[in-house]
């Protein structure tokens, strides 16, 4: 893959910024703030989207939301590649509310997104690694060379660990020895063993608890009951309604019917009768609230005279209205005792009536139970006796309810705890099945570490010799791993001599042929990124790096970005370099 063009529409501190670089080595030479860590980071955004490779919601990373423009909404920004001998578009919003990404066929104009294993389904769609054939932090690991690796642990540790790791596991973060130990503590480490062990106990909980659970073997034989009791209610309630439906007929004779109507008709009287004395109650009750209301006027009239004593106008006026009301209130009080006396001869007459009624309607029951004739009778107990035996089997059936339901919670949770128990056997298993599969991929990887070093390792410290050989003008001429430690060696010396000794300008110098080793190995055809990767080297050493990109940007991209004028030596003598300046 080839950048042929930039474009930083909008995004971090550049505003419609176009930058084009050469297929070959390019300088991008600015001062320090003037956005060179920027286009770097726009390059892998631009592919990747800004996003955490593994989610698929749009879970930006740190570096990328630092990108967001100050002073303009907008976040956008487009490039133009080389891929495969085809040239593409592609275009990114990176806004949250719109997230458009477009890569475009830039010969046919037709949409490319297929060529690049594009995952639609992503929130925020991007170039699949898989592509690549790499994931996105290799990627970066390998091909992305700043002065934070240099300014690091780089001198004391880091590039010794970094050449032994990749040799024994084709990875610079990780030795054998920690994908040995991740493997162990994955498959069957501490974790593992407690979650083991919880997922053991558990099943024996569940198991005991199902030795607890008694669930009556002929526990279907109660469903049968119940059907059956149903079914004799059913029988008993239909049985009740014939035989009262048989009693209306039977008591429908024309002297039970007599009867029936005489008592009827005393009964209507005995209630009107019940009614006209709660209406005479409710008079006396209104006489008796009257006392009280006289009360309640009376009190003002002589609080009036006990106020106007002190003048003779009021006061007599006062005296004059109370002798009225006097005279008002004892004849008021004369109609209300002569209707009080006629509502209680009225009640005395009611009472008698009442008495009479009430007699006569226990002679007619009298007469009604005396007169039923023998069927009725019979047909009456036979009533009585299925009610009785209806509620029994009501009773019964409600007992035996209880019990079902009981049986009910019962055989739910066994089959909770058989679901509960297949759900803790399949975890089992699959702990099981991960801790043999991690010893065997444990022996497996001893195995194949015993000759991976020479096969894995030779061709690239091959190459990172050959480079750190012309880059040191011959002082050194190989690299070399013997029992976990890191040698150079000095052609003026002789000699191997550990890598400890040297100086930081030559460790840098070692580190960025490294990385160059690994890069032309690699099979992977990615832009060379350098951000300040020389911030160690002098002046020759400098000269020397520039001429050892130029050879190696015969086959790959180089976007190499500087803050100093230095490395502008003796550029114009080479076609292969594209100098920008960011200014």
């Known amino acids: 893959m080839k950048i042929k063009k930039i474009d930083l529409i909008s995004y971090g501190k550049f505003q419609n910024k176009e930058i ?23 390059i892998f955004d631009m592919i990747f989207g800004g996003t955490t490779p593994d989610s698929k919601r749009a879970i930006f990373k740190k570096e990328h939301e630092n990108m967001i423009p100050w002073d303009s909404s907008n976040f956008e920004g487009a490039m133009e590649i080389n891929e495969n001998y085809n040239n593409y578009y592609l275009y990114r919003n990176f806004n949250k509310n719109n997230l458009e990404f477009q890569i475009v066929n830039s010969d046919n104009h037709e949409d490319s997104k297929s060529d690049f294993n594009v995952d639609i389904s992503r929130k925020v769609e991007r170039i699949d690694e898989n592509y690549f054939e790499i994931s996105e932090k290799s990627l970066r690991d390998i091909f992305l060379i700043t002065d934070e690796e240099i300014f690091g642990d780089l001198i004391t540790y880091d590039l010794k660990d970094r050449i032994i790791n990749y040799a024994t596991s084709q990875s610079e973060n990780y030795s054998l020895r920690d994908i040995i130990e991740n493997i162990e503590n ?10 083991r062990q919880i997922i ?25 009951e119940s059907k059956n009791l149903n079914d004799e209610i059913d029988n008993i309630k239909d049985e009740i309604e014939y035989l009262e439906d048989d009693l209306s007929e039977s008591l429908n004779s024309t002297k039970d019917l007599d009867n029936r109507e005489q008592y009827q008709a005393r009964f209507s009287e005995k209630n009107k009768l019940e009614e006209s004395l709660e209406k005479i109650e409710e008079k006396s009750d209104l006489y008796k609230y009257f006392k009280l209301f006289r009360l309640f006027y009376i009190f003002p009239i002589l609080s009036s005279i006990y106020y106007s004593t002190r003048k ?38 009611i009472y008698a009536h009442l008495d009479r009624v009430n007699y006569e ?9 005396n007169d039923i004739n023998i069927d009725s009778r019979e047909i009456l107990e036979k009533i009585n006796f299925l009610k009785d035996n209806l509620s029994n089997k009501l009773v019964e059936r409600e007992s035996l309810y209880s019990k079902i339901n009981i049986i009910d919670k019962d055989m739910d949770r066994i089959k909770s705890i058989n679901e509960e128990k297949k759900i803790l056997k399949s975890k089992l298993e699959e702990i099981e099945y991960m801790r043999e599969m991690g010893k065997k991929a444990v022996d497996i990887i001893n195995e ?18 050959s480079f750190f050989e012309f880059l040191t003008n011959g002082k050194y001429s190989a690299i070399n791993v013997r029992d976990e430690k890191l040698y150079v060696y000095s052609n003026y010396h002789k000699k191997y001599i550990l890598s400890d000794n040297l100086s930081r300008g030559t460790i840098s110098q070692m580190y960025l042929c490294y990385k160059l080793g690994i890069i032309v190995n690699s099979g992977i055809d990615f832009p060379i990124i350098i951000d300040d990767g020389f911030v160690f080297f002098d002046m020759v050493r400098n000269k020397n790096a520039i001429k050892l990109l130029e050879r190696i940007s015969k086959d790959y991209q180089i976007l190499y970005f500087t ?10 003598k080479s076609d292969n370099t594209k100098l920008i300046n960011l200014e």
Do not use: C, W
């Open 361 to 369: 309607l226990m002679t007619l029951s009298n007469i009604n139970n």
């Open 20 to 42: 084009k670089f050469s297929k070959n080595l390019n300088i991008i030479l600015g001062e320090n703030e003037s956005g060179k860590s920027t286009i770097r980071n726009f």
């Open 563 to 572: 803050s100093n004028i230095r490395d502008l030596h003796d550029l114009e």
């Open 186 to 195: 994955y498959s069957y480490g501490k974790d593992i063993k407690k979650e």
């Open 200 to 224: 053991i106990n558990n099943l024996q909980n569940l198991e005991n608890e199902l030795d607890y659970i008694k669930v009556p073997y002929n526990y279907e034989d109660y469903f049968l």
């Open 448 to 465: 194949i570490s015993k000759t991976n070093f020479d096969e894995v390792s030779r061709k690239v410290l091959e190459d990172s010799s």
């Open 312 to 349: 003779i106008r009021p006061f007599i006026a006062s005296i004059v209205i109370f002798l009225i009301f006097i005279i008002l209130d004892g004849l008021f009080s004369k109609i209300l005792k002569h209707k009080k006396k006629s509502l209680k001869n009225e009640e005395s007459k």
